[in-house]
């Protein structure tokens, strides 16, 4: 019986997830780099992702597995960060392929240390949400810190193709769903992580790299990693939601939360200084020809 129970929620979990994955690059494709990054990463794969690990393990190790999201988003951080420092720098003809395996490397050198030093965290004694508080405010740091300065985020002028769009889906539920599967493995520090594992952001670089071009997948990366941090928040409460109202009224809680709280409102702010932006850049150009 808990066989069938674990086999059906990492099939769920995994579909659901694999769903709502191809929803970010056309939201990006369609209205650009700010709208696009910032409501393309709302709470939606993490959101089966949890409900699958408290359905099919037990309440201890989604706690704990909710816990290292939020640094799970700030190794996130660091693969996106990959994405806007290195290419500049190169001077290969395959720019898109190196950059996509440093910033994997990034991922995977980052998640590893991650998960050795949570490790002995928790074996020290700090709680599950002293590590998801400190979690949050470090990746929060790190978001505003790549939104200080507003980068050129324009839509796109041609179509994803479906065939990567179907790719990415695909990425999305086969993590989700090995996050699921781990959590009821009772490894719920690797679940934790692969519940994070930067599917979308990988496929939403690739994809709107190969049909846009450099410039729109970097100018969505400052507004994807400050949405992203809804993620984290969402992590946080659902610490809390879950195992108080249970999978459904705490996950509607949890997302409810972090979209309203977070999403939303950095949605407004990014506009506005965009806004800003535009309006110093416009009365530049006014005035240069009277000065000369």
Not at 73 to 85: D, I, Q, Y
Not at 141 to 156: C, H, Q, S, V, Y
Not at 214 to 232: D, E, F, N, R, Y
Not at 240 to 252: D, E, L
Request: with cysteine; net charge positive; proline share 5%.
């Amino acid at each position: 019986m808990c066989v069938i129970m674990l086999a059906s929620s990492v099939l769920l979990s995994a579909l659901f997830a694999g769903l709502v994955a191809t929803c970010v690059t056309l939201a990006i494709e369609r209205w650009g780099g700010l709208v696009g990054g910032v409501l393309g990463t709302v709470p939606s794969t993490i959101v089966p992702a949890a409900a699958g690990m408290y359905l099919a393990g037990n309440e201890v190790e989604m706690i704990e597995s909710m816990a290292i999201v939020p640094l799970g988003m700030l190794v996130n951080g660091l693969f996106l960060s990959v994405w806007v420092v290195l290419p500049s720098r190169l001077s290969s003809k395959r720019p898109l392929l190196i950059t996509t395996l440093c910033s994997l490397l990034v991922w995977a050198l980052a998640g590893f240390i991650l998960l050795t030093s949570i490790e002995r965290v928790l074996q020290s004694g700090v709680s599950s949400w002293t590590i998801s508080i400190f979690g949050l405010f470090s990746v929060i740091t790190l978001a505003i810190l790549f939104n200080l300065e507003p980068r050129e985020a324009p839509k796109g002028s041609q179509s994803v193709r479906w065939q990567v769009l179907i790719g990415r889906g695909a990425a999305a539920a086969v993590a989700i769903g090995c996050a699921v599967w781990l959590s009821g493995q009772g490894l719920p520090l690797l679940a934790g992580l692969a519940a994070v594992f930067p599917a979308i952001f990988l496929t939403s670089m690739v994809a709107l790299w190969l049909a846009q071009g450099q410039t729109v997948p970097q100018g969505a990366v400052g507004p994807m990693m400050l949405g992203g941090v809804s993620v984290a928040v969402y992590a946080v409460v659902i610490m809390w939601s879950i195992p108080t109202y249970g999978a459904v009224v705490g996950s509607v809680l949890a997302w409810t939360i972090a979209v309203g709280g977070w999403s939303f409102p950095t949605f407004l702010v990014l506009r506005r200084r965009d806004i800003n932006h535009s309006l110093r850049v416009s009365n530049a150009q006014q005035q240069e020809p009277l000065q000369q």
